[in-house]
């Protein structure tokens, strides 16, 4: 477990680099969806194969690709006025600061160390988590469900054009 | 590979998406940034279930679930905000959208 599992956390910190600091937004999106497929490989790691498939499927095949069409649809000019320097450092600043902070308080905190607990095969079954979602939990599972229709139809009121308006 | 490593790789994660969020300009990039956050969020979710003795761990897949559907959700809105504000404009700077600064 513990080569697989540090080339995968590697794959995520480069892809999630790569993200944050490529000028183009495209390739920056690429790197995204790098981060998102090497934590789809942690969640098959921690357990979860359903969770990374969910992962792979939504994430990486949904939702970076309806941004790249976004990319495509507002960006014709690829390249960006630079942001300046006294933001990118007092963005850098404060990302450090808040990560050093906590990383304090969590080498500080006295997790558990060691091995994971032995895994139950029936607790983590695929079949467990069904019968988990549409029993105990089944109303955040509607409340999703409306969440989701809404946002779809949100989505299109918006970006609708109005018809009397003339196309430019 | 003990619980504090995959809870100090998720505040990396979430340290570089707040850097994105604070740093870049373009909308879409702020949008990664987002997208890096709820994946650390998700990450130590389900580290935290795997390596506690939980009760029941089908409630840590759960909330990665509801954070992905959620995440797709968001982002729906925000690509179409995101379109609208490329038609009036032609640029999708954040510095350009202030017309209800008071």
Do not use: C
């Not at chain 1, 942001?83 to 990560?99: L, M, N």
């Not at chain 1, 018809?163 to 430019?168: A, H, K, L, R, V």
């Not at chain 2, 702020?30 to 279930?49: D, H, K, R, V, Y």
């Amino acid at each position: 477990m513990g080569g697989i599992t540090g080339l995968m956390m590697a794959l995520a910190v480069a892809g999630a680099l790569l993200a944050v600091s490529l000028k183009n937004v495209l390739h920056a999106i690429f790197g995204l969806a790098l981060t998102l497929l090497a934590v789809a490989g942690l969640f098959a790691v921690l357990g979860s194969p359903f969770v990374a498939t969910m992962q792979v499927l939504i994430y990486v095949g949904g939702i970076t690709v309806a941004m790249v069409f976004a990319v495509m649809l507002s960006t014709v000019v690829q390249q960006h006025a630079a942001e300046s320097p006294w933001r990118r450092a007092g963005a850098a600043v404060v990302a450090v600061g808040f990560a050093v902070g906590v990383g304090l308080v969590v080498i500080g905190a006295g997790l558990p160390d060691g091995p994971p607990p032995p895994m139950i095969a029936d607790a983590w079954s695929v079949k467990q988590v069904g019968h988990s979602l549409l029993a105990d939990y089944n109303v955040v599972f509607e409340a999703l469900s409306v969440i989701l229709l809404l946002a779809i139809i949100g989505a299109i009121v918006i970006s609708r054009r109005d018809p009397e308006e003339t196309p430019s | 590979m003990s619980l504090e490593h995959f809870i100090l790789l998720s505040l990396v994660l979430f340290s570089l998406g707040l850097y994105a969020v604070m740093a870049r300009r373009n909308l879409i990039a702020i949008l990664i940034g987002i997208e890096l956050m709820l994946n650390a969020a998700s990450l130590n979710f389900m580290a935290f279930n795997r390596f506690l003795p939980v009760e029941d761990p089908t409630v840590g897949q759960l909330f990665v679930l509801f954070i992905i559907g959620l995440a797709a959700a968001e982002v729906a809105i925000a690509l179409s905000i995101i379109l609208i504000v490329y038609r009036e404009r032609k640029r999708i700077d954040v510095d350009d959208i202030n017309e209800l600064r008071g």
